[in-house]
């Protein structure tokens, strides 16, 4: 089975400070044969940079979107060098809500990507890290809130290859209650568009990061995915820093296999690629 990490940030997200080069290096290392950058875009929370602006290579702290023209440019550039070494993949991570459809299909059609992560990370523009969005709303309210922008968003917007950390919401609620049971038939929902466009969803590592018991999404929404017919699914520590490139990937690869997952898949230019367990 291919050691592969399709969730990963480097300095061209907004939120880490490692170099595109230093990854691809560190996968190397650790013997990754695939790595899927998916950097950071939340088109109503944050601005795209402008030609003039100035970008402090591995020191930027402001909040912006990916800087597209440096990051394709290095990505080109990191392929070719890599090429005998570690394939690389060109990914981005759609932030979207409903009111930010538009700007996002611009994206997608103005360059070519092999992966498309598509997030909720916000609704309304409110935030769930500041705890903008949960503010005058009961854990129930949040969750309902949450599921019912993912539902229009796969129904509304369809160039994508997987939902990401599904029940991410929970990373900022109760952490130690899985509101599966009260949210099954909204998650059954999301899950049936997704199948039958042919999207996949991930499992998602980083759970072990913040405190929370198992992966993102739960073993019960993994478990429905597979009932409903589910089967692309890809796998991805999201990283942003060192220690987290790559943590927990082998883990959860044995884990989607016990629940009876035929492999993971790769993406090339939009399409699926399975590769067996067997």
């Known amino acids: 089975m291919q050691f592969m990490d399709y969730h990963v940030h480097s300095d061209y997200s907004d939120d880490s400070w490692y170099l595109m080069e230093d990854v691809v290096q560190d996968a190397i290392k650790m013997g990754l044969s695939e790595i899927c950058f998916t950097e950071h875009v939340d088109y109503g929370v944050k601005e ?21 023209p440096r990051y394709f440019k290095e990505l080109t550039e990191l392929k070719q060098r890599y090429q005998d070494q570690i394939t690389i993949k ?69 160039d994508y290859s997987v939902l990401a950390h599904l ?16 949210t099954k038939e909204q ?16 499992l998602n590592t980083s759970s072990h990061r913040y405190g929370i018991h198992g992966y993102t ?25 060192p220690a987290h490139l790559g943590f927990q990937i082998k883990e959860g690869q044995a884990l989607l296999q016990s629940l009876g997952f035929a492999g993971l898949y790769t993406f090339d230019q939009m399409t699926p690629t399975l590769h067996s367990f067997a």
Do not use: C
């Open 48 to 68: 795209d940079w402008l030609p003039d602006d100035n970008y402090l290579v591995g020191k930027n702290k402001v909040v912006k979107n990916v800087h597209y």
């Open 90 to 158: 060109t990914g981005m991570e759609f932030g979207m809500q409903q009111h930010t459809i538009a700007p996002f299909q611009t994206l997608f059609d103005a360059h070519p990507f092999d992966f498309i992560l598509l997030s909720v990370h916000q609704i309304d523009n409110l935030e769930f890290w500041t705890g903008e969005f949960q503010k005058g709303r009961t854990q129930q309210e949040s969750y309902q809130r949450y599921y019912e922008e993912m539902y229009e968003l796969v129904t509304l917007y369809k």
């Open 167 to 182: 029940d991410l919401i929970r990373r900022y609620l109760d952490k130690e209650t899985d509101a599966f049971d009260t």
């Open 187 to 202: 998650i059954a929902e999301i899950l049936k568009v997704v199948i039958q466009d042919g999207k996949g969803i991930e």
């Open 217 to 241: 999404p739960s073993l019960d929404i993994l478990t429905l995915y597979r009932d409903l017919g589910g089967q692309i699914i890809t796998i991805g520590s999201d990283s942003h820093e």
